[in-house]
């Protein structure tokens, strides 16, 4: 089970998700991908950032079935992906879309800018790459994505390669770039294969992360909608997200 972050996200934002999937018998991996995680943003902006990131999970689908000390314990028959926000996008590249990158909004030029000023901003090239510069991985046979940067998924043709089991989760408040209840509704209708969409009522999009400590209350990543319970919504959230990836991937 490979697990993809969110902008500017890291490899425990999911934690608990993970701890889940790790208790339910799943091997799970979480990834930072380089230079695009909280802790380095230095090439967390622009297309070359989302044309990276699918390359990101093969190259760990790759070292997991190969390097990993305990690679005999994981069925190559068997992987599943789990992703939030950009990391959703992650996954429905590699499940074979072809996002159409002209829909983007302008992103910011400067990683550590507050805001966007015009003059730092820059705009994406009107026409998409070429669907052979994008990586899809048919090794992934079931997915779970929430929230997930979904402008660019608009039409039938920039999903129709994906077939495989897709569980599509969205936050009734939004709140992410380019992952507005708008877009991920849009996804859920083009896609060739009806997936299991689900729409968390009160959600803000920050509300997938992981629960915060105390001492992290008054970040913005741990501010929910007035009377949203995030803990109570991960316990249902996770046991949902367990039992597809049994339904389709088997104990």
């Given at each position: 089970m490979i697990i993809s972050h969110g902008y500017g996200g890291w490899y425990l934002g999911h934690h608990d998700t993970a701890e889940a999937l790790a208790d339910s018998g799943f091997v799970v991996v979480a990834i930072n991908h380089p230079h695009a995680n909280y802790a380095d943003m230095s090439r967390g902006n622009g297309l070359s950032a989302l044309i990276g990131r699918p390359v990101d999970i093969k190259r760990t689908i790759d070292f997991?079935?190969?390097?990993?000390?305990?690679?005999?314990?994981?069925?190559?028959?068997?992987?599943?992906?789990?992703?939030?926000?950009?990391?959703?996008?992650?996954?429905?590249?590699l499940a074979g879309a072809n996002p159409d990158f002209s829909k983007l909004p302008?992103?910011?030029?400067?990683?550590?800018?507050?805001?966007?000023?015009?003059?730092?901003?820059?705009?994406?090239?009107?026409?998409?790459?070429?669907?052979?510069?994008?990586?899809?991985?048919?090794?992934?046979?079931?997915?779970?994505?929430?929230?997930?940067?979904?402008?660019?998924?608009?039409?039938?043709?920039?999903?129709?390669?994906?077939?495989?089991?897709?569980?599509?989760?969205?936050?009734?408040?939004?709140?992410?770039?380019?992952?507005?209840?708008?877009?991920?509704?849009?996804?859920?209708?083009?896609l060739p294969e009806k997936p299991d969409f689900r729409v968390v009522p009160n959600a803000v999009h920050l509300s997938f992360l992981t629960m915060c400590l105390k001492t992290q209350l008054s970040s913005e990543v741990c501010i929910d909608a007035p009377g949203f319970d995030r803990a109570a919504f991960h316990r249902e959230f996770n046991a949902e997200v367990v039992a597809f990836f049994r339904r389709n991937l088997g104990e």
């Open positions: 997991m079935l190969t390097d990993f000390p305990d690679s005999a314990k994981i069925n190559p028959q068997k992987i599943g992906f789990y992703g939030f926000s950009q990391g959703g996008y992650t996954g429905l590249v302008p992103r910011c030029a400067d990683p550590k800018a507050v805001g966007c000023p015009q003059a730092n901003q820059t705009r994406p090239p009107q026409q998409p790459p070429l669907p052979q510069t994008l990586t899809h991985d048919s090794r992934i046979r079931a997915m779970v994505v929430a929230d997930p940067l979904s402008i660019v998924f608009h039409t039938t043709d920039s999903v129709r390669d994906i077939t495989i089991p897709l569980q599509l989760w969205g936050s009734e408040l939004g709140g992410g770039g380019g992952a507005s209840p708008e877009n991920v509704e849009t996804l859920a209708r083009v």
